[in-house]
């Protein structure tokens, strides 16, 4: 049983399909403020450095689902210190968690955002400080983008259960200032990443909790109306989404884990149609430049096993320019590669594991030339990355 919940995990990644009871969930809240105050951990990592923009980068951990353990982590660039758990000490009279599968982080202006899937919120903290400044609630939020000074959340809209007869998601719209919705609009099936280009939201539609029959499109959203004017056909289960500097969107498709593999489709938004797709598997993309960095953990029913890749392609050549990044080896010491960030300064390429999902994964800092430079602890499950040029005290 154990066995078929992680490979759940691993295939449908935070397509989930059940939470906690409720009863357990509401004792659990309860409970909380009985609780002492959970102290955060310090290990130097690395020697001080002189960064000159970015001076640190926030660690997203998910938890695994159910367990109330989404967590903060902080690597500070100038001192070589990582700090693990830096929320509950810094927000002692709210909380001692932040919930339940934290599923995305930015850094937007002076604030820190979190998204919390099946807490149903979104968390904003100081940048500097990560002290609570506020929350959005919105149900089974998913992933946050900005445009002047509204944000833009995507949500499944609905319980966090699989239902072939599941509804279609939204785009909810929130002032960055007064954290009031002011807006939302019906999208595509339990939609996930979002990207913004010349006044226009483009929204990956997956689908995950209909299986089999997976939503295959994009839906384009005018920010002025606030209202879809286009639905792009891509392919099926739709999930990452980055904006390349020719204007070109670069689109995840899962696949089915059966027959269909993942790939990742290129999309015009001028003649909104799908021009190529570049031939690599991805579960997470990060873009530097010219450079698309992919890391992917394809699992397969037909294989019974995950295919692992480090891929890096150039946007501008269009080709492939490496199958696996990491250059020294140690990729054999990642069990389950999860999450990608590249530091926009220095060029660092960090990956984190998730290791076995239930217990403290790792994160890996290489070189840009592939070159493991440090590894260090992190909470459950690492997988999303926040720079930030902010002093953090």
């Given at each position: 049983?154990?066995?078929?919940m992680c490979?759940?995990?691993?295939i449908m990644?935070?397509?989930?399909?059940?939470?906690?009871?409720?009863?357990?969930?509401?004792?659990?809240?309860?409970?909380?403020?009985?609780?002492p105050?959970?102290?955060?951990?310090?290990?130097?990592?690395?020697?001080?450095?002189?960064p000159?923009?970015v001076?640190?980068m926030?660690?997203?951990?998910?938890?695994?689902?159910?367990?109330?353990?989404?967590?903060?982590?902080?690597?500070?660039?100038?001192?070589g210190?990582?700090?693990?758990?830096?929320?509950?000490?810094?927000?002692?009279?709210?909380?001692?968690?932040?919930?339940?599968?934290?599923n995305?982080?930015?850094?937007?202006?002076n604030?820190?955002?979190?998204?919390?899937?099946?807490?149903?919120?979104v968390?904003?903290?100081?940048?500097?400080?990560?002290?609570?400044?506020?929350?959005?609630?919105?149900?089974?939020?998913?992933y946050?983008?900005?445009?002047?000074?509204?944000?833009?959340?995507?949500?499944?809209?609905?319980?966090?259960?699989?239902?072939?007869?599941?509804?279609?998601?939204?785009v909810?719209?929130?002032?960055?200032?007064?954290?009031?919705?002011t807006?939302?609009?019906?999208?595509?099936?339990?939609?996930?990443?979002?990207?913004?280009?010349?006044?226009?939201?483009?929204?990956?539609?997956?689908?995950?909790?209909?299986f089999?029959?997976?939503?295959?499109?994009?839906?384009v959203?005018?920010?002025?109306s606030?209202?879809?004017?286009?639905?792009?056909?891509?392919?099926?289960?739709?999930?990452?989404?980055?904006?390349?500097?020719?204007?070109?969107?670069?689109?995840?498709?899962r696949?089915?884990?059966?027959?269909?593999?993942?790939?990742?489709?290129?999309?015009?938004?001028?003649?909104?149609?799908?021009?190529?797709?570049?031939?690599?598997?991805?579960?997470?993309?990060?873009?530097?430049?010219?450079?698309?960095?992919?890391?992917?953990?394809?699992?397969?029913?037909?294989?019974?096993?995950?295919?692992?890749?480090?891929?890096?392609?150039?946007?501008?050549?269009?080709?492939?320019?490496?199958r696996?990044?990491?250059?020294?080896?140690?990729?054999?010491?990642?069990?389950?590669?999860?999450?990608?960030?590249?530091?926009?300064?220095?060029?660092?390429?960090?990956?984190?594991?998730a290791?076995?999902?239930?217990?403290?994964?790792?994160?890996?800092?290489?070189?840009?030339?592939?070159?493991?430079?440090?590894?260090?602890?992190?909470?459950?499950?690492?997988?999303?990355f926040a720079?930030?040029?902010?002093?953090?005290?």
């Amino acid at each position: 049983m154990y066995l078929v919940m992680c490979k759940i995990k691993c295939i449908m990644k935070r397509q989930v399909v059940s939470c906690l009871p409720v009863l357990f969930f509401i004792c659990l809240l309860s409970c909380r403020e009985d609780l002492p105050v959970l102290s955060s951990e310090t290990e130097v990592v690395t020697n001080p450095g002189s960064p000159h923009l970015v001076k640190g980068m926030f660690v997203l951990n998910e938890g695994n689902m159910g367990s109330n353990k989404c967590s903060i982590d902080f690597m500070d660039f100038r001192s070589g210190i990582y700090t693990r758990n830096i929320y509950p000490e810094r927000n002692p009279e709210i909380v001692k968690e932040l919930g339940d599968v934290g599923n995305d982080i930015e850094v937007y202006g002076n604030r820190l955002f979190v998204v919390v899937n099946c807490s149903h919120y979104v968390e904003v903290m100081d940048v500097r400080t990560a002290q609570h400044v506020g929350s959005v609630n919105i149900t089974n939020c998913r992933y946050i983008t900005f445009s002047g000074d509204k944000a833009y959340v995507s949500s499944y809209a609905g319980p966090v259960q699989i239902d072939p007869e599941a509804r279609p998601g939204k785009v909810v719209e929130f002032d960055v200032n007064t954290l009031e919705i002011t807006r939302e609009v019906v999208v595509g099936y339990q939609p996930e990443e979002m990207v913004i280009k010349d006044g226009k939201l483009y929204v990956a539609n997956s689908g995950g909790y209909r299986f089999p029959n997976y939503d295959r499109t994009i839906s384009v959203v005018d920010l002025e109306s606030f209202k879809v004017v286009d639905t792009i056909d891509v392919a099926i289960n739709l999930h990452r989404m980055e904006l390349a500097s020719d204007g070109m969107i670069y689109v995840s498709s899962r696949g089915d884990y059966y027959g269909t593999g993942s790939d990742v489709f290129v999309v015009d938004p001028v003649s909104g149609k799908v021009v190529r797709s570049i031939g690599l598997a991805a579960s997470e993309m990060c873009i530097d430049g010219d450079k698309l960095y992919m890391i992917s953990v394809e699992w397969s029913y037909v294989s019974g096993k995950n295919e692992v890749g480090y891929a890096i392609y150039d946007t501008a050549k269009k080709e492939i320019l490496s199958r696996n990044f990491i250059t020294d080896g140690t990729d054999s010491s990642i069990s389950v590669p999860y999450g990608l960030g590249i530091n926009p300064e220095t060029k660092e390429i960090f990956i984190s594991d998730a290791t076995n999902y239930v217990t403290p994964g790792y994160l890996y800092c290489f070189s840009p030339e592939g070159k493991l430079k440090w590894k260090v602890r992190t909470g459950d499950i690492p997988a999303h990355f926040a720079f930030t040029e902010a002093d953090f005290y």
